[in-house]
């Protein structure tokens, strides 16, 4: 579920942060920011500087945003998927919700146990010759050890909040939650073994002709200081280049207390 | 950690690392929307494909021709992100390489990238991929660390010099690109040596002229983004020698090059859909200007014959021209002043230029539409903005000399407000004008490289209509010479003149306007004067009708 309104999106970025805003026509609208979103989107540290040395409140600016290209001669910004805006925002989402806590909310007048959930959201890198990327949602329970894949849509269906509900209670984790976050390394490493090779292969193969060639060209090479020298560090360059890389990297993730009758 | 033979996996400790803390201090975190929000937001920017173009996606406002996404498409899918641009003047060589760019950046594959271009380019590169690209490029200023910012450009001047030169070496860069890229072709120059001692990763030189003489100049080339695909330098000598011809002969070698070097032409892309029609105007002196004409012409003083040369041409310009030079080398020289003095007095009577009032007669017939006009004198670029202010029409000066903002407000007063832009040669290069399509050159350049620069100003990449050129000269001066004998013989209005640099660097001519010059200069009488021109043109012609027709164009794909 990659962003596909990116009105709806926009909505729900700067409601979460408490901005208010006003709908002017179709595809475009404006934002009032707060304090808190004027500076981290809007640049001006030294205003902010200033105007708290005065002693005064401040005023955030508003924006006018455009998601309709018809109207983008309009006053405001047009935002689309490649404007420096959108890449600003999803970069502050990406820097400052990295973490959460959640509680599954449940209408009860009996006590009601929620299990605890290792939710891990895992960006999964291939760079050779090119580069790809995979993104992999996995839940671990951390009571009995089960492990879901594609978490995140399971969960976007239930109702979830920062607290607890009335007559709920939690279960605590047996397996801890660095021990679960090593499970599911170990499970996405053991994916990656299992994988279409290919891609590596190929970028080693260019790799070792290129470092081959290279080696050719400074053979007998007598007009060059330090032939030597040149020679590694344009291997390295070729090593950056296509050497074969896998990397995971965890985008967010939290510890999702759920009823037991939810994940069935 | 190694994993799977020569795999490298890097796993990430720093989330739990942190994880742990926020769940040990029980906090702060995210609500539920943010968290999902940061989903969807990795599942838009992440690259699902190794292949194609993401970039694509980024820049809705760009409408890139297809041969600038084909371009970018095979040097990221099977050039690897190193390779030679060599696309001819006004194809889009600069879109090619910020699509590149942006598609590494796209993809996190380059952080840190340095592009080297001519100074005069500096602040346009650097425009152009923050208005196109969106990629947040600075030019270098004094006392910037190199280290400090991701996308740097700078000139070659600055680069090389120390302490910038030490410092670059240091750095690691991800992408590396040199602009005009000709000027690395000496392999013993500080400036190739500086560039091949660069870390780069992916490497991209642009140049509309890869092979200008010498086949070891693409030898070098090709050795600063693969060493080793063309052999080492003594097999390649001893293999092809430095003679450009083998490259005809040779398919392998050919088929080498192209693995490196693409290069577009008008002849392929749809850019020729948009045709240049060109026309020569033809006018007479009136006599009173013919009469000066004349008698600059039988001055036998011993000024140097290569001033005289000036002069003339000066005064097909515009009176103001001439008679400003004219003024200076009377300062300069003690004892011309007795006998410029008389020409003077003549020319300070000479009612308005004859070419002036014919650009008045042409603005009628072209109507409300744009005009660029170019000169090659800033006293004449003086006197027609006067000229055509007397006769309503609205007009705004360009110079190359003008600082960038100027240049700026200059451009866009013509595209909004003015009808002409009058431009001196200087102003030729680097500013776009696809909004306009008609062209007077009111003199003539004798140099047809410059010609076509001025002529790329608007026949290029986003120009929609055809364009319309028109060519004023004067009659019985040196002005018919080069017409008749360089421009229209060798047919260089109608060709474009991508193949004239190759030409020229085989005939060992390394500038043909003093070339020119020294032809008319050296020649005691217009006929042996145009003579010497006949045979010059002659031999560029038959070099022209012997070189394998469109050789270079089937270098790239």
């Keep these: ?107 009860t007048t009996e006590r009601t146990a929620l299990f605890p959930w290792l939710v891990l959201n895992v960006k999964i890198s291939y760079k050779g010759k090119q580069k790809k990327d995979e993104i992999i949602s996995i839940g671990l329970h951390l009571v009995n050890g089960t492990m879901k894949l594609e978490m995140m849509d399971i969960l976007r269906d ?32 053991d994916y990656l073994q299992n994988q279409d090779q290919e ?66 | 950690m190694y994993w799977m033979g020569h795999v490298k996996l890097n796993k990430d400790d720093t989330f739990i690392e942190e994880f742990d803390k926020v769940i040990e201090r029980e906090g702060p975190f995210t609500s539920w929307d943010l968290f999902q929000l940061t989903y969807e937001a990795e599942l838009t920017t992440m690259t699902s494909d190794f292949d194609g173009l993401r970039s694509l996606d980024y820049l809705p406002h760009v409408d890139f021709l297809p041969h600038q996404i084909d371009t970018a498409k095979q040097v990221v899918e099977h050039m690897n992100g190193r390779a030679i641009l060599a696309d001819e003047v006004g194809l889009g060589k600069t879109i090619e390489a910020g699509l590149i760019l942006k598609e590494y950046m796209i993809r996190g594959l380059v952080k840190k990238a340095l592009i080297i271009a001519p100074a005069s380019l500096v602040n346009q590169w650097t425009r152009e991929l923050n208005e196109k690209f969106y990629i947040p490029a600075i030019a270098h200023r004094k006392n910037y660390p190199w280290q400090d910012y991701d996308v740097l450009v700078t000139s070659m001047d600055t680069a090389k010099k120390n302490p910038h030169c030490e410092e670059i070496k240091q750095i690691n860069y991800d992408f590396v690109l040199v602009d005009e890229a000709h000027k690395l072709k000496n392999h013993k120059t500080q400036n190739y040596q500086f560039v091949r001692s660069l870390k780069k990763k992916y490497c991209l030189l642009l140049t509309a002229t890869p092979v200008q003489n010498r086949l070891v100049d693409i030898f070098n080339l090709v050795s600063i983004l693969k060493p080793g695909h063309l052999g080492n330098y003594d097999s390649f000598i001893k293999q092809y020698g430095k003679s450009r011809h083998k490259l005809k002969q040779d398919a392998y070698l050919k088929q080498l090059i192209q693995q490196v070097m693409i290069r577009n032409t008008r002849k392929e892309t749809e850019l020729s859909q948009t045709k240049r029609h060109i026309e020569t105007v033809w006018v007479n002196f009136s006599e009173d200007e013919q009469s000066v004409y004349d008698s600059l012409v039988d001055l036998t003083e011993p000024f140097t014959s290569f001033s005289k040369v000036t002069f003339l041409r000066e005064l097909c310009s515009s009176r103001e021209a001439c008679f400003l030079s004219l003024q200076k080398y009377a300062k300069n020289e003690k ?151 360089l421009y229209e013989k060798i047919d260089l209005f109608e060709k474009v003149i991508g193949d004239l640099d190759d030409i020229l660097a085989e005939l060992e001519i390394n500038d043909i306007e003093t070339e020119i010059q020294s032809i008319f200069s050296e020649s005691s009488s217009t006929g042996e004067a145009k003579i010497k021109l006949d045979n010059l043109t002659s031999v560029i012609e038959s070099t022209h009708s012997n070189h394998a027709i469109g050789e270079d164009q089937q270098y790239g794909n």
Aim: charged content about 25%; hydrophobic content about 35%.
């Design chain 1, 1 to 107: 579920m990659a962003i596909k309104d990116l009105k709806q999106f926009l909505e729900t970025y700067f409601t979460a942060h408490h901005c208010t805003i006003n709908e002017k026509e179709d595809g475009v609208f404006t934002v009032q920011l707060t304090e808190e979103l004027d500076r981290a989107l809007m640049n001006r540290p030294f205003y902010w500087h200033y105007v708290k040395k005065m002693g005064r409140p401040g005023q955030p600016m508003e924006l006018t945003f455009i998601t309709n290209p018809e109207k983008r001669e309009q006053k405001g910004e047009w935002i689309h998927f490649g404007s420096p805006r959108l890449q600003q925002i999803m970069n502050h989402l990406k820097n400052n919700e990295c973490f959460t806590q959640l509680f599954q909310k449940v209408e």
């Design chain 1, 158 to 189: 239930l109702p979830l909040q920062n607290t607890i509900s009335n007559f709920c209670y939690t279960i605590s984790p047996i397996i801890k939650v660095r021990s679960g976050f090593y499970r599911v390394e170990a499970v996405l490493e």
């Design chain 1, 199 to 264: 891609w590596a292969d190929e970028s080693q193969k260019k790799l070792d002709e290129e470092v081959d060639l290279l080696k050719h060209f400074y053979v007998d090479r007598t007009d060059l200081e330090d032939p030597e020298d040149q020679m590694k560090r344009e291997i390295d360059d070729i090593k950056k280049r296509y050497e074969p890389t896998v990397t995971m990297q965890v985008i967010n993730g939290g510890i999702f207390y759920l009823a037991d009758n939810t994940m069935n």
């Design chain 2, 335 to 485: 004892n011309s002043q007795s006998y410029l003095e008389p020409v003077m007095n003549k020319i300070e009577q000479l009612p308005h230029h004859v070419k002036a009032q014919k650009i008045v007669e042409l603005m009628e017939k072209i109507g409300d539409e744009k005009v660029i006009i170019f000169t090659e004198y800033r006293a004449t670029q003086f006197y027609l903005q006067w000229y055509l202010q007397q006769h309503n029409i609205t007009s705004v000066p360009y110079r190359g000399g003008f600082k960038r903002g100027k240049k700026d407000w200059m451009r866009q007063l013509f595209e909004n407000h003015a009808q002409v832009l009058i431009a001196t040669e200087a102003g030729g290069e680097g500013i776009n004008l696809q909004f306009c399509n008609h062209l007077i050159n009111y003199d003539l350049p004798w140099n047809p490289m410059r010609l076509e620069q001025r002529i790329g100003r608007i026949h290029r990449y986003g120009q929609d209509n055809d364009v319309h050129i028109y060519n004023i000269a004067i009659r019985d001066t040196v002005e018919e010479h080069v017409m008749n004998l």
